[in-house]
């Protein structure tokens, strides 16, 4: 009879262990904590763009309109008379817009005034918040500044 080997094992069955794979979780967790902050400070200030953005395309759209009949639309029209003729408008040769009238990013109308207090007319969105005034992502963009 062959004699047994006390010492044998049982080949190692494939895996992590649970040390390992806490060690790995803290590392993300350690990463996750450092560039999470970065990358939403970066949301924020990317909103702030397409706004300004926006507003320079509605402003030119604003002016062409006023080339075209000589005046801006009032503030009753709105921004509205740049897709769709107002009634007492003979010269309107639009639409001005290829789209509709987009929201500011935060999914609010934007606000538009003429004559305005600080132009021809203003043209602004109140901001991540949507009350006037306040800092960093909560405050106003504008036509003028």
Known sequence: MMKRDTNFRPARTQGFTLLELLVVLVVLGLLAGIVAPKYFSQLGRSEVKVAKTQIEGLGKALDIYRLETGHYPTTEQGLAALNVAPSDEP?????????GIPQDPWGRDYVYRSPGEN??????SMGKD????GEGDNAEITSWQ
């Not at 949507?130 to 005034?133: A, L």
């Open 91 to 99: 010269k309107w040769a639009g639409p001005y817009l290829h789209k």
């Open 130 to 133: 949507g009350q006037p005034g």
């Open 119 to 124: 132009g021809e007319f203003d043209l602004l």
